[in-house]
């Protein structure tokens, strides 16, 4: 009998090799160092490939803390936490997934970190899905292990907020990246809802308003992604204001919880390509995509932290009138085991 690999089988398969392959080094999602800035030449040429602005000099990464102080810990069972004191019988108080605090006992103490790698949703809030059975919680995560290989194997100390499938609170998020101080605090999503068909990728990403770090990480993050994207020929479907961007609530300060409760350290919100949208959704189904885009993101963010590059597609948004969509408070968040 022969079966038909639909996305969501596709997904699945992936899912059940990443973790091996993150745990071994990523030898196959992770790009060498030579490479990362490499032209991708395995995707097809195009005429609506965006320029993409380099610097032939590059700065060091910035420096990391070293004083042992632990910021943030991983826990036994893998969760990472924003450590919010030192317990008095020993141990340390931390933030949990659900915004509670717990006292954990031993663990992996993290100092610092250059990038806070944020997959959207999980657990119980699965985030967007396609017609085909794809899961926004499930790509956001896959896309950020990449991520993360290929910014360690360029030497970046990246620390993720959620590294398998569980819910957390957005404030409990950014408490992480806060708490360690990085440089770079990026949120992973995938779109829905368009305003109709586009002759380039939808790309959205969201930044700071009071932030022009935040504005400029936003900006080098879209560039990367929008010329990665467009080397692909398909039926493509954009807000008309797609870009780089802020949106502001009705108070004047930033719409979105991860960009509100992380300011001090610059953030971006990332909605690459439309889940929604099935020819989008088709090209998420495959490895080969994911991992443009991964790559795509990390030039992004590797050229913020070492050049001073300004980005581009910076564009006025156009003024939205809905409610935020429900998800990434406490209420009826259950806190995974810690230890």
Known sequence: MRHRLTP???????????????????????????TLFAPDTSAPPTTTVAPVTTTTSTLPLPRLLDDGTARALLTPSGIPAAVRDAA??????????????????????????????????GGSEPGAEGEGGLVEKDLNLLVAWEVAALLEAEGVTVVLTRPSDYRTTLASRAAIATALGADAFVSIHHNADPDGPSDRP?????????DPSSKRLAGLVYEELLAAFS???????????????????????????????????????????????????????????????????????????????????????????QPA???????????PPLE
Do not use: M
């Not at 969509?325 to 968040?333: H, I, T, V």
């Open 325 to 335: 969509g429900p998800g990434g408070g406490a209420d009826g968040c259950v806190d």
């Open 88 to 121: 008095l019988a020993g141990g340390w108080v931390v933030v949990t997934p659900c915004g509670d605090e717990a006292v954990v006992s031993t663990g992996v103490p993290l100092v610092d970190a250059h990038v806070v790698l944020d997959p959207g949703h």
């Open 231 to 321: 080397a692909y020929d398909v039926d493509w479907v954009a807000d008309t204001d797609a870009g780089a961007k802020y949106r502001l609530n009705q108070r004047g300060s930033d719409y979105y919880g991860i960009l509100r409760e992380s300011a001090g350290v610059p953030a971006v919100l990332v909605e690459a390509a439309f889940l929604s949208n099935p020819a989008e959704e088709a090209l998420l189904a495959t490895p080969e995509f994911r991992t443009v885009e991964a790559q795509a993101i990390a030039r992004g963010v590797l050229r913020y932290l070492t050049t001073q590059d300004p980005g581009s597609g910076f564009v006025e948004p156009y003024e939205r009138v």
């Open 8 to 34: 969501a089988i596709l997904l699945a398969l992936a899912l059940s090799l990443a973790p091996a392959l993150v745990a071994c080094g990523g030898e196959d999602a992770a790009a060498p160092p030579s």
């Open 202 to 210: 939808g790309t959205e990403t969201y930044y700071q308003i009071d």
